[in-house]
């Protein structure tokens, strides 16, 4: 099999909630009257290195805060790594935060082109595609609202619609089976079934433990940012509980 994801070394240093929070102003202020603090970095990742393979499903575990979506987010390269490289074959969708992307300001229909055109489609493509993505998301009578006049479900709701309207070579997943009522989350199992039963290859971070043993080959434990166990998504889980 050929190797589609490799994490090698990744480590993530990033600064504490607390200081994103600091404004420039009380920087300034700080400056000046002499007490000012360099910004509190943590560890986020610590020497991660692991290999998925084409066409395998691997499951993301571990406590809060361990670093499991911050893992997704190098992957995807929304986030850049302070050292080690990660190195991906093919095209990805990620759902990770569902309708990130999105302009408040623009419809739903101008978001779908958008939100298609990142994904790497052309406006074409999109387009012909958007009446399934509309229908899917149950927002075919939204379409010409600007995206800011929906709720929270019904963003996430389109981010699920359109970033599984399309059959990516990699499938990256954080919590989306949360997404909206019970029908509409057995919607979303239905449709992520099928990237299963194909040849995508999936990662994916779940608190659902069954879920993980049922559907994953394979899944890694993250425990305070590093890499604690790999191996058959059984085992693991197994050793995971054990540790709890």
Request: glycine letters at 8%.
């Amino acid at each position: 099999m050929a190797e589609v994801i490799r994490v090698d070394g990744v480590s993530l240093w990033r600064r504490t909630q607390e200081e994103f929070s600091y404004d420039l102003k009380k920087t300034v202020l700080s400056i000046l009257e002499g007490n000012y603090r360099k910004p509190v970095k943590k560890l986020v990742l610590n020497e991660i290195d692991f290999v998925v393979e084409s066409g395998e499903k691997v499951g993301i575990i571990g406590a809060n805060g361990s670093g499991k979506s911050t893992l997704l987010k190098v992957i995807c390269g929304i986030l850049q790594p302070t050292s080690g490289k990660v190195r991906v074959r093919g095209q990805i969708a990620p759902l990770i935060e569902l309708g990130a992307g999105f302009d408040p300001e623009i419809s739903v229909m101008d978001n779908i082109l958008l939100y298609g055109v990142l994904l790497g489609f052309s406006r074409r493509e999109i387009k012909e595609r958007a009446e399934s993505i509309l229908e899917f998301a149950e927002l075919q009578d939204y379409q010409l609202v600007p995206v800011k006049g929906l709720s929270s479900g019904m963003v996430a709701r389109l981010g699920f619609a359109i970033a599984t309207d399309v059959q990516p070579d990699i499938l990256i997943l954080d919590e989306v089976l949360s997404v909206g009522d019970e029908s509409f989350k057995n919607k979303c199992k239905r449709r992520i079934e099928k990237f299963w039963d194909g040849n995508a290859t999936v990662l994916v971070v779940s608190h659902d433990l069954s879920f993980i043993r049922q559907y994953c080959d394979r899944a890694v434990w993250l425990d305070k940012g590093k890499l604690r166990l790999m191996g058959s998504a059984d085992w693991v889980v197994d050793c995971y509980l054990d540790s709890v």
